[in-house]
C-alpha cells in the first residue's frame, strides 16, 4: 500500500493484461503475422499521435513496436508514467473488459492506487478506500453526478501530483452535494438548512466549516496564486482532504435522504 510506488509483480502484471489482451485481438482480426489486431492498432496509434505527437505516417502498427515502446513504460519508468498508460488505455479502449483486468490485478496486489471507473485513484489505506467507495456508491444516486465527478478528478489529480487541484475539487465535490440537497449556493447555508431537518451537533457543523475555510483561504487552492508565492498545500493535506470529503459527501447524502 505505499504510495508513488508500483511494485515488480504488479508492473508484470499490468504488462501480461496488455500483451493477452494484444494476442487475443490479433486471433480475433486474423492480422498478418506480426501487426497488430484492428483495436490495438486504433490504440497505438492514436497514443502515438496524441500523447506521443507522433504523425500518422510515421507510426508502425506491429506488435513488435508496441512492445519496444510500451514494455519500458511498465518495466523501468515511475509510477506516474507507468499508471498513467494504463489509465489512458482504460478510458480509449472499447469495451470493458481492459479495465475490469486492469482493476482486479491492481486491487488483489495490493496497490496504493486502484482504478476507478477509468481514474486512477491513490487509497493510502484500506479505511480511506472504503470511505472514497462509499461516496462514490451514494453519489450514483439521481442528482449527485456532478459530486461523482469532482471526487474522481480529485483522485486523479492527486495521482499526478498536482495537489492543489486534488483538494480543490475534493471540497467540490462537497459543495456540489451540498447545492443539490439544499438548493443553496454556499456551503454554510445549506449545512444550517440540513441541520433544520436533521440536528447536527455545533462543534460537527463548526468543523465541516473550518475544513472550507481552510481551502478557501489557502493560497492557490480556491483562488490564484498571488506572485511566485506557492500553495500551502501537499501529498499529505490533499490525501487527507479527499478521504475526509468523502467521508462528508456520503453523511450528507445519507442525512439528506
Known sequence: MALKTVSPVL???????????VERDQRRSRTSLGY??????RLYRTHAV????RFADSVETTKNQLVTNWRPVLEKLNYVHALGLVEWLARN?????????????MEEEHCAYRLIENNIVPIASEEEGRAIYSALEVTSRPGLGGARAHLLKAGSSLTTGQYA????????????????????????????EISKK?????????????????????????HPMIGDEAA???EVEAIFMLSSCAAFVTYLANVAS
Open 11 to 21: 508492473r508484470a502484471r499490468l504488462w501480461d493484461v496488455i500483451y493477452s489482451s
Open 36 to 41: 497488430l489486431g484492428d483495436e490495438w492498432a
Open 50 to 53: 496524441t500523447q506521443r505527437a
Open 93 to 105: 479502449s472499447s469495451g470493458e473488459q481492459l479495465s475490469r483486468e486492469f482493476a482486479q490485478a
Open 165 to 192: 487541484d486534488s483538494v480543490r475539487e475534493s471540497i467540490h465535490a462537497v459543495e456540489s452535494v451540498a447545492r443539490s440537497l439544499t438548493g443553496e449556493a454556499s456551503l454554510q447555508k445549506a449545512l444550517a
Open 198 to 222: 436533521h440536528p447536527m451537533h455545533p462543534a460537527l457543523k463548526q468543523g465541516f466549516n473550518n475544513i472550507y475555510g481552510y481551502t478557501s483561504d489557502a493560497n492557490g487552492i480556491r
Open 232 to 234: 500551502m498545500v501537499g
